[in-house]
């Protein structure tokens, strides 16, 4: 079974630093394009950034770039997004997704991983 | 960087009832585009893909439709089952990868 399992929900305090994962199983890691998405409370869904577990070749969208790091280790097939010093306006779910090919559609979704910044 | 625009943001149906969502994008992108299913504490789940294709799994009562700039995603019969929050996503032109804002379906 093809699946993304990612780590537990964190609470943090501001201007900590975190990394949170995101971990493949039941197909080739290397081969496909991970993206990681951001849900805010009650909010829509916003594309944050992609990653190519295979040569770690990253983009990201504009409103991330500077914001996050999205990094893999191959070798344990794991997708990771980091923060340096989170803002209370981290606030939200983060899920990762597999993308389908080229970078096309995400077929293949995580649970979430909830991030909570308080003071 | 593209934007997607979908309509209504609420949609309320009667089960049984057909029920047709509306996305539209701010330039082309072909049939690029996805549509995703989202229940309350759930992640998101695909549905369609290259505007047109049911991903595995989807019962036929969905269907994509649209090309360009202009696409349609219609339930055809709504089960308890199906309400929940849809969104529409350009996969054409990135980054970034763009969603709309979102379709909730609710109970009539």
């Known amino acids: 079974e093809v699946q993304l399992v990612q780590s537990g929900a964190e609470v943090k305090k501001p201007g900590e630093s975190l990394k949170i994962s995101c971990k493949g199983s039941g197909y080739s890691f290397t081969s496909y394009w991970i993206g990681w998405v951001r849900q805010m409370p009650g909010k829509g869904l916003e594309w944050m950034g992609i990653?190519?577990?295979?040569?770690?070749?990253?983009r990201y969208s504009p409103s991330f770039q500077g914001q996050v790091t999205i990094s893999a280790d191959k070798s344990i097939s794991t997708a990771y997004l980091q923060w340096s010093s989170l803002k209370a306006s981290d606030t939200a779910m983060y899920y990762c997704?597999?993308?389908?090919?080229?970078?096309?559609?995400?077929?293949?979704w995580g649970k979430g991983t909830t991030v909570t910044v308080s003071s | 960087e593209i934007v997607m625009t979908q309509s209504p943001a609420t949609l309320s149906v009667s089960p049984g009832e057909r029920a047709t969502l509306s996305c539209r994008a701010s330039q082309s992108v072909s049939s690029n585009l996805a549509w995703y299913q989202q229940k309350p504490g759930q992640a998101p789940r695909l549905l369609i893909y290259g505007a047109s294709t049911r991903a595995t799994g989807i019962p036929a009562r969905f269907s994509g439709s649209g090309s360009g700039t202009e696409f349609t995603l219609t339930i055809s019969s709504l089960q308890s089952e199906d309400f929940a929050v849809y969104y529409c996503?350009?996969?054409?032109?990135?980054?970034?990868?763009?969603f709309g804002q979102g379709t909730k379906v609710e109970i009539k």
């Open positions: 997704a597999r993308h389908y090919g080229a970078g096309y559609y995400m077929d293949v």
């Open positions: 996503q350009q996969y054409n032109n990135w980054p970034p990868q763009t």
């Open positions: 990653i190519y577990p295979g040569d770690s070749d990253t």
